[in-house]
């Protein structure tokens, strides 16, 4: 199970770090994904991570070094770091795991999700 938190309301330029905790077995080999979506769009890529151990970190490219994405292996946990925070940031932000590391950007190659946290930017 993935379970998202972290989110809220805060004004632009303010900051935010999500958490997404991960319980249960199987998930050493996977690839860590951070995914948003606003109503009537697609989920669309935020960060990814390709493994626990070692691995890359992508990001998307709107995130433009606002955002750090980090691993806690002690603690089987994935956070993700917003700083300068927009409006346009406005979403609900998904955390999700899927055991095909280098489709780290695509939201089908992902198997397993968290139930989402909204985060709101106000201007």
């Known amino acids: 199970q993935l379970q998202a938190s972290g989110g809220g309301l805060v004004q632009a330029g303010n900051s935010l770090r999500l958490s997404c905790v991960v319980s249960g077995r199987g998930f050493s080999d996977y690839g860590m994904g951070w995914f948003r979506q606003t109503p009537g769009k697609e989920r669309e890529f935020v960060a990814g991570?390709?493994?626990?151990?070692?691995?890359?970190?992508y990001y998307a490219n709107f995130v433009k070094g606002r955002f750090t994405l980090a691993r806690d292996t002690a603690k089987n946990t994935v956070h993700l770091q917003m700083n300068s925070l927009q409006p346009e940031d406005t979403a609900v932000y998904y955390c999700?795991?899927?055991?095909?590391?280098?489709?780290?950007?695509?939201?089908?190659?992902?198997?397993?999700w968290g139930q989402g946290t909204q985060v709101t930017v106000s201007s």
């Open positions: 991570v390709t493994g626990w151990i070692g691995g890359s970190i």
């Open positions: 999700a795991a899927t055991p095909t590391p280098h489709y780290i950007r695509f939201a089908n190659k992902y198997d397993y």
